[in-house]
């Protein structure tokens, strides 16, 4: 069975696009990609860090996993966009580091620069989440 899920508490899609927040298809979870963007007000400019950033896209992809019965824990892989790559991937581990603590049990991970991203943001996540026990 497919699910296809829409968070009203996550930072919702721009009028411009047309996408689920994540879909659910065989027991994984795939949630879209997620940019800095505050879910209580959206249309709010995007914070400078990319800390700020990152704090942000992690709230959107926590709050999407949870409100499909899923959790970060749960992650088996991770694809970040980063826009100043050598600058800001240090500053992005920071954040990112602390939601995958088990070093037994890391996402799968592809990290890759990009020239740009919607908003013009610094960064961009996006996830695959199994089911708890898998």
Known sequence: MTRYIKVESAAPSPRTARYSHAVEFNGLLHITGQL??????PDAALPGTIGEQADLVFLNLSTIAEESEFSLSNCIFARIYLRNFEQDY???NAVYDPYFPDADRLPARTTVGVAMLGRNALVEVDLVVGQAGS
């Open 36 to 41: 800095p963007i505050d879910p209580t007000q």
């Open 90 to 92: 240090a500053g992005f």
